[in-house]
């Protein structure tokens, strides 16, 4: 199965707030398995169709527990206190910010057939949920790290934001 290309940061698919899928079809379970298979490539524990241009609210992810591919994922609990950990995201290559995040949560959705189902995350499975249903909104990392995290990845931003594509735009 081909894999997608990974938009990356600053292209403004990363910013748009992806739509409900009204419908789970045979046209997003092929979308969800190219987004494994796409995130399996580039050695990512998460995916949310934004990164691949899909506009909508797909997202798979695999801390090493096995894959889970989620449609129109809702965060409906958090549990406890946060936990900060070290985040990098296959848009934004190169940087790596600490974020805080809730640390046990619940989280609904419908699976690849169109079932509800009810997943319960904590710690590195919470915050890769977390920061994938962030990708849902046009939330990205640079917008939950410290200042001062930043700063030490300026040089790779502004390289970024001064790659071919931001001129395109
Ligand atoms: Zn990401």
Do not use: W
Not at 22 to 28: H, I, L
Not at 36 to 54: D, F, N
Not at 67 to 83: A, Y
């Amino acid at each position: 199965m081909p894999t997608y290309t990974i938009r990356r940061y600053p292209d403004p698919c990363l910013r748009k707030k992806a739509l409900p899928v009204e419908e789970v079809t045979s046209r997003e379970r092929k979308i969800l398995a190219r987004m494994a298979e796409t995130m399996y490539s580039a050695e990512g524990v998460g995916l949310a169709g934004p990164q691949v241009g899909i506009n909508k609210r797909l997202i798979v992810v695999d801390t090493g527990d096995g894959l889970l591919k989620l449609v129109n994922p809702e965060l409906v609990r958090t549990d406890g206190g946060d936990s900060t950990m070290e985040e990098g995201c296959l848009s934004i290559p190169e940087v790596v910010l600490n974020i805080k995040r809730a640390d046990r949560i619940i989280v609904e959705g419908l699976t690849e057939t169109g079932e509800h189902t009810q997943v319960s995350a904590e710690g590195l499975f919470a915050h890769a949920l977390q920061h994938e249903m962030d990708h849902l909104e046009g939330i990205l990392i640079l917008d939950r790290g410290k200042e001062r995290e930043k700063r030490k990845f300026k040089s790779a931003l502004e390289k970024f934001e001064e790659s071919e594509f931001s001129e395109k735009k």
